[in-house]
């Protein structure tokens, strides 16, 4: 039973960070380019940057920059279950064959 509660709890860990890690990433390069553009003579290139995204994330969002990255972030907070899924299989097969 513990087994089962040490993988759910490391389960639900690894879903919540993979979440959350692209959507601090695209906020925090979205919001280092809007300070970036205080900056005499960066303003353009970081207008069309931070436009380039918001285009890129409405590509996957149908439209809208904040369902692409959910729609993101839950492709990213999947594919961490499925390591983590993978990882922790690996782990009982080691430890059986030892």
Known sequence: MTFL??????????????????????????????????????????ETSATGILHFLAIFGSGTPLRGMLIIGLTWSFVGALFDTYAYYRCQILRIDS
């Open 5 to 46: 509660l040490n993988f759910l709890r490391s389960l639900l860990v690894t879903v919540v960070f993979s979440f959350v890690a692209p959507i601090f990433l695209v906020g925090g390069i979205l919001l280092l380019l809007s300070v970036l553009g205080y900056m005499p003579g960066l303003q353009t290139v970081t």
